[in-house]
């Protein structure tokens, strides 16, 4: 087999998941990662369970030096490649250093969005994604009395509910009329906001961060309702942006994120994407998005270390999470939402007392999407029948008469036809 | 190496497995926390459904903190104790539901064959489920099973 220098950006979810591929199928290639963090990897979903204090410190860590070592991995952990020459195969560090490439998966990730450029220097204005963030967040938790959340998407809850077990004073503000807007329903989202608002946190929707002043030690936050709410401590959570400033003038296609096919490759020739920072196309909606979820980043950063290894494999990836606030376990799949004219059935199913809810989304005769809450076993009976856009014509009249008990989902699952 | 083999058409859907199973991993009788199903379909037929111990799990490609391994020398799909944080994404990756979550222990439980002694096929009394080495036979009677089922599922003649 010929051996070929496999380089990698990023050492996350799609990276870790992109050397393990390689190795399956080729021992010999030497693959190198790069990237500007200075631990050996770690996930960014795990940093709301250290907030909590659920996890500690060395349980951040998914892959020790051992695992670099056992798969034969040269790391060049704390330098930043600032360009890429796809002309010459070549990855330009900060250092001045240059890294050849026979083959290049770009897996950087994404940061995320502040409010405003002004308000990053501010020093009590955090976001949370990288494990200095985090350490920086609990530092400034332990004096902390009032926190303020900006977004009330899955950073958000989850931070809410890390800190209101520390008895600070929560409000989550959120700019859309109801929580986790790119995730579930509105039903969905009302159960979660009584139940976060049981717990003591003030949630205000629909409104929008006008700016963030400093007063003192106390930051102001300035909201267009014309209130102001005082803070020790804002964490701003409203979304993310693919990391792909270095790629200007490499002649990579980026739209929001880089665009990618279904084996990864971009449009330059031996250049691959994954995971957070990567755009393909969704499978339920057909379109090119960014689908930043880690389930999405490791299969992706599997087929891409496949395809880099010489297999063809194809991924199309979609939309899902999983969360759980406040004991409140939910899901979602696919689409979440209703749009106008979008000619979708939907099939509802609501508990409010057992706080136990449900829809699902149908096409015609297959399932495109599903929002579950505190009964979530079948989850991923439901993901496979949207994934494999299974008929399910058949038997669907009989499973779907106890939305809850989705045991015979498994008829569907199994692409089986009713005679 | 061993593995759980399924007879359906053995199966009479008593669900003394699932009573067995959850007794010896949840320390109660309640099929609710059983970490295998038995799936009956209009008294028809039933099938007792489990974690296939995959070669490639879907459940550990997809683990944040690298919880869920295999044994290369068992088999076993196992999720470590200490390593789950109780995320859940392993429950969306199963296609068959076979990994849940469990809110008494806050992490993600599967069957792990019960240290090569399944309490489940120690119980079931037609020999439905049976703990056996994975010869050539048991391996092909297993891909047949996964053939045939269209053809249970499909229609009651080929029961």
Same mark, same amino acid.
């Given at each position: 087999?010929?051996? %070929?220098? +496999?380089?990698?950006?990023?050492n996350s979810g799609?990276?870790?998941?992109?050397?393990?591929?390689?190795?399956? &199928?080729?021992?010999?290639?030497?693959?190198?990662?790069?990237?500007?963090q200075k631990y050996t990897s770690y996930s960014p979903v795990l940093l709301t369970y250290y907030l909590s204090g659920r996890i500690s410190w060395e349980d951040l860590f998914i892959a020790g030096?051992?695992?670099?070592?056992?798969?034969?991995?040269?790391? *060049?952990?704390?330098?930043?490649?600032?360009?890429?020459?796809?002309?010459?195969?070549? /990855?330009?560090?900060?250092?001045?250093?240059?890294?050849?490439?026979?083959?290049?998966?770009?897996?950087?990730g994404?940061?995320p969005?502040?409010?405003?450029?002004?308000?990053?220097?501010?020093?009590?204005?955090f976001c949370l994604r990288t494990i200095e963030d985090a350490q920086r967040i609990l530092e400034r938790a332990r004096?902390a009395?009032?926190v303020?959340v900006?977004?009330?998407?899955l950073i958000g809850l989850q931070t809410v509910e890390a800190f209101s077990r520390k008895?600070l004073?929560l409000? %989550?503000?959120?700019? =859309?009329? +109801?929580?986790?807007?790119?995730?579930?329903?509105?039903?969905?989202?009302?159960?979660?906001?009584?139940?976060?608002?049981?717990?003591?946190?003030?949630? #205000?929707?629909?409104?929008?961060?006008?700016?963030?002043?400093?007063?003192?030690?106390?930051?102001?936050?300035?909201?267009?309702?014309?209130?102001?709410?005082?803070?020790?401590m804002?964490i701003?959570g409203?979304?993310?942006?693919?990391?792909?400033?270095? #790629?200007?003038? =490499? !002649?990579?296609?980026?739209?929001?994120?880089? #665009? /990618?096919?279904?084996?990864?490759?971009?449009? &330059?020739?031996?250049?691959?994407?994954?995971?957070? &920072?990567?755009?393909?196309?969704?499978?339920?909606?057909?379109?090119?998005?960014?689908?930043?979820?880690w @389930?999405?980043?490791? @299969?992706?950063? *599997?087929?891409? !270390?496949?395809?880099?290894?010489?297999?063809? +494999?194809?991924?199309?990836?979609? @939309?899902?999470?999983?969360t759980d606030i406040?004991?409140?376990?939910?899901?979602?799949?696919?689409?979440?939402?209703?749009?106008? !004219?979008? !000619?979708?059935?939907? #099939?509802?199913?609501?508990?409010?007392? *057992?706080?136990?809810?449900?829809? %699902?989304?149908?096409?015609?005769?297959?399932?495109?999407?599903?929002?579950? %809450?505190?009964? /979530? +076993?079948?989850?991923?009976?439901?993901?496979?029948?949207? *994934?494999?856009?299974?008929?399910?014509?058949?038997?669907?009249?009989? &499973?779907?008469?106890?939305?809850?008990?989705?045991?015979?989902?498994?008829?569907? /699952?199994?692409?089986?036809? @009713?005679? | 190496?061993?593995?759980?083999?399924?007879?359906?058409?053995?199966?009479?859907?008593?669900?003394?497995?699932?009573?067995?199973?959850?007794?010896?991993?949840?320390?109660?009788?309640?099929?609710?926390?059983?970490?295998?199903?038995?799936?009956?379909?209009?008294?028809?037929?039933?099938?007792?459904?489990?974690?296939?111990?995959?070669?490639?799990?879907?459940?550990?490609?997809?683990c944040p903190t690298g919880a869920?391994?295999?044994?290369?020398?068992?088999?076993?799909?196992?999720?470590s104790?200490e390593a789950c944080t109780g995320c859940k994404i $392993?429950?969306?990756?199963?296609?068959?539901?076979?990994?849940?979550?469990?809110?008494?222990?806050k992490r993600?439980?599967?069957?792990?064959? $019960?240290?090569?002694?399944?309490? $489940?096929?120690?119980?079931?009394?037609?020999?439905?489920?049976?703990?056996?080495?994975?010869?050539?036979?048991?391996?092909?009677?297993?891909?047949?099973?996964?053939?045939?089922?269209?053809?249970?599922?499909?229609?009651?003649?080929?029961?």
């Amino acid at each position: 087999m010929e051996k %070929l220098r +496999q380089v990698i950006i990023g050492n996350s979810g799609a990276a870790l998941a992109a050397i393990r591929a390689i190795r399956e &199928v080729d021992d010999l290639s030497p693959i190198t990662v790069i990237s500007d963090q200075k631990y050996t990897s770690y996930s960014p979903v795990l940093l709301t369970y250290y907030l909590s204090g659920r996890i500690s410190w060395e349980d951040l860590f998914i892959a020790g030096s051992d695992f670099y070592n056992k798969n034969k991995v040269k790391t *060049r952990f704390g330098s930043r490649a600032i360009a890429v020459d796809t002309s010459r195969q070549i /990855v330009c560090l900060q250092d001045d250093e240059r890294v050849e490439y026979d083959h290049l998966l770009i897996a950087t990730g994404a940061s995320p969005i502040g409010l405003h450029s002004s308000e990053t220097k501010l020093n009590n204005v955090f976001c949370l994604r990288t494990i200095e963030d985090a350490q920086r967040i609990l530092e400034r938790a332990r004096t902390a009395k009032e926190v303020v959340v900006v977004g009330g998407g899955l950073i958000g809850l989850q931070t809410v509910e890390a800190f209101s077990r520390k008895g600070l004073k929560l409000t %989550l503000i959120e700019w =859309s009329k +109801q929580l986790l807007p790119e995730m579930v329903d509105v039903g969905c989202a009302s159960i979660i906001q009584r139940e976060i608002e049981s717990h003591g946190i003030t949630v #205000l929707l629909g409104r929008k961060v006008e700016g963030i002043r400093e007063l003192g030690a106390k930051s102001i936050i300035v909201v267009d309702s014309g209130e102001e709410l005082t803070a020790d401590m804002v964490i701003v959570g409203i979304g993310l942006k693919p990391n792909v400033e270095m #790629l200007k003038s =490499s !002649g990579i296609e980026v739209n929001r994120g880089i #665009l /990618v096919d279904e084996f990864m490759r971009t449009n &330059v020739r031996n250049v691959f994407a994954a995971g957070d &920072v990567s755009e393909g196309k969704n499978l339920v909606t057909g379109r090119a998005e960014v689908l930043p979820n880690w @389930s999405n980043a490791c @299969s992706q950063g *599997r087929i891409a !270390g496949l395809n880099m290894a010489g297999c063809e +494999q194809k991924y199309e990836g979609m @939309s899902e999470a999983v969360t759980d606030i406040f004991g409140l376990i939910t899901v979602s799949i696919g689409l979440h939402k209703t749009v106008e !004219g979008d !000619g979708l059935e939907e #099939l509802c199913f609501c508990d409010l007392k *057992r706080k136990r809810y449900r829809k %699902l989304w149908f096409a015609k005769n297959r399932m495109v999407g599903a929002v579950l %809450l505190g009964v /979530v +076993q079948d989850a991923g009976m439901l993901k496979n029948l949207i *994934r494999n856009k299974r008929d399910i014509s058949a038997w669907a009249g009989e &499973v779907f008469k106890t939305p809850l008990d989705m045991r015979k989902l498994l008829l569907l /699952v199994a692409g089986v036809q @009713s005679r | 190496m061993k593995i759980l083999a399924v007879n359906p058409s053995k199966c009479t859907g008593c669900r003394l497995c699932e009573l067995a199973c959850s007794l010896r991993n949840a320390g109660e009788f309640n099929p609710s926390r059983s970490r295998l199903r038995v799936i009956g379909f209009e008294e028809l037929f039933s099938l007792p459904v489990t974690c296939f111990q995959c070669e490639k799990p879907h459940c550990a490609e997809v683990c944040p903190t690298g919880a869920i391994t295999r044994d290369e020398t068992s088999g076993v799909v196992k999720v470590s104790k200490e390593a789950c944080t109780g995320c859940k994404i $392993c429950t969306l990756a199963c296609p068959f539901g076979n990994i849940v979550f469990s809110t008494d222990v806050k992490r993600a439980v599967k069957c792990e064959l $019960c240290d090569h002694v399944p309490e $489940c096929a120690d119980i079931c009394p037609t020999g439905a489920l049976e703990f056996k080495e994975a010869d050539n036979a048991t391996l092909y009677k297993r891909r047949m099973l996964s053939e045939k089922l269209k053809g249970i599922y499909g229609g009651v003649e080929a029961l």
